[in-house]
């Protein structure tokens, strides 16, 4: 009987180093997420169903996942992108957690993680139940220019932004419509002069060294080009100040 109590025990901290891990406890992989939602789009962007899709490839970026126990955690902030220069917000947060034998319970972490991903999902309905899809304006520069400068200043191992939007600009600062749209090209030849005699009178972009932003833009026929001249300015704006950008059509880490 004491052999087998014993190696019941040794069998329990063997399925406990399976699930955390033995050894020394390592610092926890800690993760920032912005994410913005153009509101300006309803028919490409007002669904709630491709945010919540996307929550498992965040989860997955910051290192956590419903199923098992990593120590990984981090903060989850939503932002919309409309014609109101401060945008509302929603936000989760995960601590990080004690690796190894004798760290946190593995059956109350992955507790603590499927939370974190109920409140993401809580977050994104409420914050899309506030939409004013008929708004005509989009202030994206000055939206996400502010909220990197915030993000710039955190302490992570990560820091990740990922925008669903066209990225059509359509504000007093510029605009991808109209005669407006004719500068366009201009402003993406000369990006450095752009910025820091343009955009930097309104707000400007701190170094974004450490940051890799995801732009997500629906694509069609009709707007196809334009997106292309979006993704030309965009992507060359942001490697300026050195963050590493990916634009396609869909979230893909």
Known sequence: MKNSSYLTVVA???FLCFLQG???????????????????????????????????????????DTASAQPAGGEVKFFLLDDVSNSISKKAYLSTASSGLLGENP????????????ELKTGINELIGQVNWKT?????????CRE??????????????IIFSDMREN????SFYGHKGARIEQMTKNIEETHDNLLAKDCELPNLEGIDIYI????????????????????????YKNAKVNF???LDF
């Open 148 to 161: 990197l400068k915030h993000l710039a200043t955190k302490k992570a191992d990560q820091k990740v932004v």
């Open 12 to 14: 329990g901290l063997l």
């Open 107 to 118: 059956f109350d972490r992955m507790d603590e993680i499927k939370q974190f991903r109920k």
């Open 216 to 239: 997500v833009s629906p694509r069609n026929q009709e707007i196809d080009e334009q997106i292309n001249k979006a993704e030309r300015f965009w992507t060359k704006l942001f490697e």
């Open 22 to 64: 033995c050894g020394e406890s390592e610092p926890a992989l800690t993760t920032e997420v912005y994410v913005f939602i153009d509101v300006t789009d309803s028919i490409h962007l007002g669904n709630k169903a491709q945010y919540h899709k996307s929550l498992d490839e965040i989860l997955d970026k910051m290192g956590v």
């Open 171 to 174: 504000s007093s600062l510029f």
């Open 248 to 250: 396609d059509s869909e």
């Open 136 to 144: 005509k304006e989009s202030k994206i520069y000055q939206n996400v």
